[in-house]
């Protein structure tokens, strides 16, 4: 009897079938485009709404977010002359000249960091006006290649006036480099506000 009741419940449970194992793996499938879908509109929403943040500090508090940059920078200098001295140091595979070297540079990004901490007013000023001579640098030279490649150019016209527009504004950051820092300081605040709205409504709209 134990017999015969085993071979009837072994005819009786079957494996499952065909259909039933595609149905399990199409409803696992939109369940992972699910999570997958939630988590882009996360990170998107997460970076349009930093973005906005920044943009708004930006142009509300345009000196003190430029002061909080200078704080950020000199405890970066100090972190790096740290790293910098204990290899200096503690690296028993370098020769003398390159530990002396090691600790030395050490040294000056931590008094660098040091000085620029104490005094965020007149670092930030004094990175403003970096920004500005670096830009006008790069400006008069994107004039320039313009100007050198004009042959090349498939429009004449616009690529001279590109030219001459990049030139004088590489020259006026040159003259008045804190100007033009507090113009394009203005100019990154407004692009991050208007880049976190379009990050924060391309999260409610992605996937739908």
């Known amino acids: 009897m134990s017999v015969e009741w085993e071979r009837r419940d072994s005819l009786t449970t079957s494996p499952p079938s065909g259909d039933s194992q595609k149905g399990v793996v199409m409803t696992a499938e939109p369940s992972l485009e699910k999570?997958?879908?939630n988590g882009i509109r996360t990170a998107l929403g997460v970076g349009?709404?930093?973005?906005?943040?920044?943009?708004?500090l930006i142009l509300v508090w345009p000196g003190k977010t430029a002061m909080v940059v200078a704080a950020i920078i000199a405890i970066y200098a100090i972190a790096a002359g740290l790293v910098y001295a204990g290899l200096g140091i503690f690296a028993a595979g370098k020769g003398g000249w390159s530990r002396i070297g090691h600790v030395l540079l050490g040294v000056l990004f931590i008094i660098a960091g040091i000085v620029a901490f104490t005094n965020l007013g007149a670092t930030a000023v004094w990175l403003a006006a970096f920004l500005g001579i670096l830009v006008g640098i790069m400006w008069i030279i994107e004039g320039v290649v313009s100007l050198s490649?004009?042959?090349?150019a498939p429009s004449r016209g616009w690529t001279i006036f590109y030219a001459i527009i990049s030139l004088i504004a590489g020259v006026t950051l040159l003259f008045s480099p804190i100007w033009g820092a507090l113009v394009l300081w203005w100019l990154l605040g407004i692009s991050a506000v208007v880049m976190g709205i379009i990050q924060i409504f391309r999260a409610f709209s992605f996937g739908k």
């Open 48 to 56: 349009g709404v930093l973005s906005l943040i920044l943009g708004i």
């Open 149 to 152: 490649t004009l042959d090349l």
């Open 35 to 37: 999570t997958a879908t």
